[in-house]
T-cell receptor, first 113, second 114 residues
């Protein structure tokens, strides 16, 4: 079974710092990668997606993809207490023609005021 | 407003009962998915559907059944064969089931066996 691995945390950073969240995946053929944020008791919401090697920036968030190393990361600059949540990495997994998202277990981030 | 609606928000099931979770979307999305989430765990795929009247098993389909009679609806039945059904159930949809399309989630149904 194809796997997506994340450090479960908790990752604790002070307010204003950079939070770095990491994800590795097992299927070298994976092409698209997603980061979701999930607050406790709520459903996941999409933060960013990335398809190409390199960096993609959106406001305080930067996604980084390295397909050779099968590694994708999310950087959160100027972390705020409202960023405290579980961050889920998801990989679009192609089983034949049936694409489906495979999720990691998530990393719990706590931003301390 | 377009979106994905799951109901009910909370559901209690007695041992041996079948229960059905509703998922409706008005986004005109082709693909729909059901995930299960246990405490401290990621999302595990139960079933997914690309088009009306067609669906495929995910990683943990045993004890569950689905139907896709209409594009906007993808109900999930948790049968008595599912021995540990207590979990948070999430329905999602995407425009189509292709490589570069993201999934959007409903608000979830929390199922508890009593």
């Amino acid at each position: 079974q194809k796997e997506v691995e994340q450090n479960s945390g908790p990752l604790s950073v002070p307010e204003g710092a950079i939070a770095s969240l990491n994800c590795t995946y097992s299927d070298r053929g994976s092409q698209s990668f997603f980061w979701y944020r999930q607050y406790s008791g709520k459903s996941p919401e999409l933060i960013m997606f990335i398809y190409s090697n390199g960096d993609k920036e959106d406001g305080r968030f930067t996604a980084q993809l390295n397909k050779a190393s099968q590694y994708v990361s999310l950087l959160i600059r100027d972390s705020q207490p409202s960023d405290s949540a579980t961050y889920l990495c998801a990989v679009n997994d192609a089983g034949g023609s049936n694409y489906k998202l495979t999720f990691g277990k998530g990393t719990l981030l706590t931003v301390n005021p | 407003d377009g979106g994905i609606t799951q109901s009910p928000k909370y559901l209690f099931r007695k041992e041996g009962q079948n229960v059905t979770l509703s998922c409706e979307q008005n986004l005109n999305h082709d693909a729909m998915y059901w995930y299960r989430q246990d405490p401290g765990q990621g999302l595990r795929l139960i079933y997914y559907s690309q088009i009306v009247n067609d669906f495929q098993k995910g990683d943990i389909a045993e004890g569950y059944s689905v139907s896709r009679e209409k594009k906007e609806s993808f109900p999930l039945t948790v049968t008595s064969a599912q021995k540990n059904p207590t979990a948070f159930y999430l329905c999602a949809s995407s425009i189509r089931q292709e490589m570069n399309t993201e999934a959007f989630f409903g608000q979830g149904t929390r199922l508890t066996v009593v």
